[in-house]
Each structure stands twice: as C-alpha cells, then as structure tokens.
C-alpha cells in the first residue's frame, strides 16, 4: 500500500507540470511485459507439447496413455481455473500470480526430467495446475491496474499473444524437437518463467489482502469432481467409449450430482469459491454463453482446418499451421482495434454483435469448402471468421469485469476462462463426432469395404498414411473430409447464431474512466 501512495504523490500539485504521464508508459510496458510473458507461457505449452508427442512416445513408449499426456494437463487447468481466481480476491493477486508460475515451473522441470510415461502424465497434471492460474491471473491483474475504459487495448494485446502463439506453437516445438530433444520442448518454460517472476517481483505493487473467511474445501472438491467429469465426457465419448456405453453414463451422472450439489452448497457456504451472485448481473452471464460459444467455435476450428489442409489441399503439418495465418492475424488485428476504440469510445455493445455475424458468416463460408477450393478462398473465409472471433476474444472478458465489483475480479476472470475452455472441450467433441461420423459414411459409400477399413479406428490421418493409400480410397478420403468439415462448420456456424442473439440484450453500462488516465500508475 505504501508503494500506491508513494507513487501517488508524484504527479505533482496544481500549476505545476504533471510528470506521470512519463512515468505512466515505462511502468506499464514493465508489467505488460511480465503478463505476456506468462499468457504466452500458458498457450504455448500444450502446442509446443503436441509436436512433440511422437518423439516422446518413441523414447518413453505407453502409446496406449498417449492422450494422457494431454488430457490430464486440461483438466488440471481446468478444475483450477476457477480456485486460482478466488484466492487471488482473497489472498491478494500478486502473491497467487507468482504462486501459480512456480507451481507451472515445477511441473515444467519434473515433465521434463520423465522417466516413464505415468511420471509425465503426473507431473503435467502438475504443469496443468499452474497453468490453471496464468491465464486467470493476467486478466484479473490487468483488471485491477487498469481502468475499464482503458483495459480493452491492452487485452487486445493478450489476444495477439494467443493468437501468435497458436501460429509459433508448432513451429517451435518442432524446432526444439529436432534440435535439443523432447525434454526441452519442457525446459523452455524456465527461463522465460524466471523473467516473469523477477519482473512481477520487482515492479508489480498492488495492496496486500487477508482473508479472515478459510477455504470453500467442499465448493472445492464438488466443482472439481463436475468440471473433471464434464471434460472426461466430452474427451472420452465417442473415441474411448461409445457414447451410450455405461462409463459415460456414470460420468455424466456423476458430473450432473456433482454440480447441482456444488450449486447448493455455494447459497451457504462463509467464503463461496464461485459466488452466485455475480451471475445476477444479466451482462456477466451473456458473457459467459458468449464465451463458452467462442470457444466452441475457435477451438474446433483450430482442430479442423488443419486436417482439411493437410488431406484436401495438400498442405505439410507445418505449412497448415502457417495457413492459419488469414484466421489469426484477422483476429489479432481487429481484437486489438475493438480495445483502442473501447477505449477511446467508451462503447462496446457493437463488437458482440459485429462479432456474432462474422462468425456466423465466416463458418458458413467455410462450410462450402470442397475438394477444389483454392488456398486463396479458404483463407479469406478463414479471415472473416477470424475478424469475429477478434470482436469477441477480450471483450467478452471487459464486459464480465465491468459488471462486478473489484472484489470479485478475479472470480468474474476466472469464470470467464472457464466457461471459454468448457466451450473447446464441447466444440472439440461435438465437432469433432460429427466429422467422424461424416468421414465414416461417405467413406464407405465411394470406397466400399476398403473404405470402411481404413477409417475404422480412426477418421483421420496423417500425412504418412494418407500416402500410402491406393488412388481411390485417398480421393474418396479428400471428399469424405470436405463432406466432414461441411457439417462441423455447417453447425458451428448454426451454435454461432446465438453469439449474435446473446449481444442483442447486453446493456451497454459506461465503463469508468478514460484515455490518458494516471490510473495505471497510481496502481504500480
């Protein structure tokens, strides 16, 4: 606190020059750098990971637990997600902030020192738990150091790192694969972690907080057994386990009775790790279905424009990754304009709604795709539907924090989060069973009985496999993509609808302050 007032007093007495404002940009940068530094830790990791995968497996083997090594770090994100947040409003945001990057640094070096594959599915849970508090703890700090009305252009900024990351993540995983080995692809993490935490050290000052409430132990576990019961239902369900199998029905029930009692217990408990009453505000739940929806869309569409690259239009593993580029440079750029004009207007509500219809627009035009759409075509459509995505990615998470009191910031962030990864995991598995179901059907109807075997286990390959297939049954796979991708996209765009209808009955409340604001400083 001491440090708020100090800095306080600089900005000088009437008449006399204010000299915050040249103090304001260094203070910000420092800090701004920190932040990125982790968001970019947090996103990069599983893209990284994932190139990664088959060296790993040849070195360690235990193919069979291969989706583990995935599984079990998004879990562990997201059962914490939500915890991470309310510590951070009980305990103060700095000290959990830091917290979590030691914990994400540990798992990184323990993943990285794996023996066998069970020690690296562990120590990822390890990773995935402090992962859980990166993302959550860059947007509630940035919600506490900066004004509403300025916030937008530097979570803009956090898209950009998203979005750069999804584009570098594969990239670099590769690179280090090939050069350093798999267990670099892990010890990556530590000096760039090393920097975040010197810089939040040194320079982040925020008041200090010392709950007298303890612990929601029981919100704890009840919200974690459901999260990690919704997640291993749409992980598992059609791939490990039919759909109709008992395993899933035991999940969903247990998931179900999990979350109605965690509902019941939050009316009652001292402390509540998730409290109801944030959901009271009308334009904190339109974010959380808007947000749940984005990421319903962008993950799935993520998943599915690669392969439809790769088996359609010919492209190598790396060359898909970097012909997302129309799709997250789009999104890049118009996140970043959406927060300068936030913060120059003052006005939000229009960017839901531009959002809504450009999602929309763009994945029905990715829907039409087929076996003869050019590179050009796809990536304009890819463009537009990453210029929607760019209208929602960060006010989505504005508007969530504006509508609560700065008691609840780092619950409304972490909520905001949560419902964004619960919408990936839905959009992966929604999206990704009705490809399959798709790829399977016309396989089978253009290649017969050889269709029907090289599809059996799996509704996509690889590059190597796709290869090795007689002429037929790869032109008859190139359709049976197209045909697949058609219906993921065809349905995204029907979900994305009510984007658009969900931004229609957000009430545009003024956000406080304004441009060239001390604020941040005063905060530092």
């Not at 996103?43 to 235990?62: C, F, Q, R, S």
């Not at 703890?137 to 900024?157: F, N, S, T």
């Not at 594969?170 to 993490?189: A, C, H």
Request: proline fraction near 4%; charged fraction near 10%; include cysteine.
């Amino acid at each position: 606190m001491a440090d708020t007032q100090a800095v306080a007093t600089d900005r000088g007495t009437p008449g006399q020059p204010d000299t915050s404002q040249e103090k304001q940009p260094k203070s910000v940068r420092v800090v701004l750098l920190a932040l990125m530094i982790a968001m970019m830790l947090a996103m990069l990791d599983n893209m990284i990971v994932g190139t990664a995968m088959p060296t790993i497996v040849g070195e360690l083997g235990g193919l069979e637990h291969l989706s583990w090594v995935v599984t079990g770090y998004t879990l562990a994100t997201a059962a914490a997600t939500p915890v991470w947040g309310k510590l951070g409003d009980m305990f103060g945001r700095k000290a959990t902030f830091l917290s979590s990057i030691v914990i994400f640094l540990i798992g990184s070096a323990l993943s990285g020192m794996a023996q066998d594959m069970g020690q690296l599915i562990g120590f990822r849970a390890v990773q995935g738990l402090g992962a859980g508090g990166l993302m959550v703890g860059v947007m509630a700090i940035i919600g506490d150091l900066i004004p509403p009305r300025e916030r937008g252009k530097y979570q803009g900024m956090m898209a950009g790192v998203m979005a750069l990351a999804m584009i570098g993540g594969p990239l670099v995983g590769g690179t280090i694969t090939d050069n350093w080995g798999w267990r670099w692809s892990f010890y990556i993490n530590l000096p760039l972690g090393a920097v975040a935490l010197a810089l939040v050290s040194a320079v982040l000052h925020l008041p200090k907080k010392r709950s007298k409430a303890g612990i929601d132990y029981l919100g704890v576990v009840l919200l974690t057994v459901g999260i990690t019961s919704i997640v291993l239902v749409t992980t598992w369900g059609g791939t490990e386990y039919a759909w109709t199998s008992a395993r899933i029905m035991e999940l969903i029930g247990i998931g179900v009775a999990a979350l109605v009692g965690f509902v019941f217990w939050q009316t009652r408990a001292a402390e509540p790790v998730l409290p109801l009453h944030i959901f009271r505000s009308g334009n904190f739940t339109l974010m959380s279905v808007i947000g749940f929806i984005t990421g319903f869309v962008m993950f799935g569409a993520t998943l599915f424009l690669p392969l439809y690259q790769q088996a359609v239009q010919g492209a190598s593993a790396t060359n898909s990754g970097l012909l997302l580029l129309p799709m997250l440079g789009a999104m890049l750029v118009t996140s970043m304009v959406a927060g300068r004009i936030t913060t120059n207007s003052g006005r939000y509500k229009v960017f839901p709604i531009i959002g809504g219809v450009l999602m929309a627009v763009g994945l029905y035009l990715l829907s039409l795709m087929d076996t003869g759409t050019t590179r050009l075509t796809s990536g304009i459509y890819m463009a537009v539907l990453g210029a929607g995505m760019g209208c929602l990615m960060q006010i989505t998470m504005l508007v969530a924090q504006n509508s609560v009191e700065m008691k609840d910031m780092g619950v409304a962030s972490s909520s905001t989060t949560l419902f964004r990864t619960l919408g990936s995991s839905f959009g992966v598995a929604v999206m990704g069973a009705l490809f399959n179901h798709r790829v399977q059907d016309v396989m089978a109807d253009k290649a017969g009985a050889l269709g029907s075997k090289v599809t059996e286990r799996s509704a996509q390959l690889d590059a190597a496999s796709l290869a090795k297939l007689p002429v037929q049954a790869r032109e008859a796979y190139q359709h049976a993509v197209s045909a697949g991708t058609h219906s993921a996209f065809l349905l995204g765009a029907v979900i994305a609808v009510l984007v658009l209808i969900a931004a229609l009955f957000v009430k545009e409340v003024p956000l406080k302050g304004g441009p060239q604001k001390p604020e941040v400083t005063e905060a530092l």
